[in-house]
Every structure is written in structure tokens, then in C-alpha cells.
């Protein structure tokens, strides 16, 4: 069956880095997209950055945070630099089957996901 396994969070300084990886099995990797998410108590799950054949980013961590991706290890790593308090969340990584009638911009959003991690607390102190 499938598995994503969230690693590396933890507690951070603001301003600091953090780097989170997510290994994937049980499924085609390279078939699929692979996403960020994260949530924060009180508010929804937000989307983060997502890879395939390209990258994107929310806005809010744009130029902050680098997501990459090793097909032939099934992994994906999200950098964080310069994080900030309101980064503290939940992150989760996420694998959704590249649908070719599905717009790339419709991966920011979680329902078009197939596959998900269990999470990992990312906690900044200011």
C-alpha cells in the first residue's frame, strides 16, 4: 500500500532554517505530483509549494523555501530558510496522480490529492 513518511521538523528560531523530507512507497513515484501543505490551529490547510516537472509556490513563502525532489530515491525535501512564526503548522506532504485534464494551478488545492502523509509539527519561536 501506499506510504508517505513526513521527517525533520522540529523546533526552530525565526530566521533560521529547516529542512523536511518525505519518502514515498507503494506507489510510481514519478507518475505523480508531490505537494506541501501545512496547518495551523484555527485555520485551514494551506498549500505550500508542489513539484513535478516544475515548481510553485504560495506566495507567502515564495523566495523563502525550496521544494526538490529525488525520483530515483521516491523523496521529496522542502527547504525552509528564513522562517518566520506564522510558518508554525503542521506540514504535510502530499502525492497526486498528474491528471492530464486537471489544471496545474488545481494542485494548490488538497482534494486533488490522492495520497497523504501523516504530518510533522514545525514550530518557529520568535
Known sequence: HVQLVESGGGLVQTGGSLGLSCAASG???SDYLMGWFRHAP???RE???LIRSRTDYADSVRGRFTVTRDDAKNT????M???KPEDTAVYYCAAGFRRRYVAWSSYMVPSNYDYWGQGTQVTVSS
Do not use: D, M, T
Open 27 to 29: 506507489l510510481a513515484f
Open 81 to 83: 530558510n528564513s522562517v
Open 47 to 49: 498549500f505550500v509549494a
Open 42 to 44: 484555527g485555520k485551514e
Open 76 to 79: 521529496v525535501h522542502l527547504q
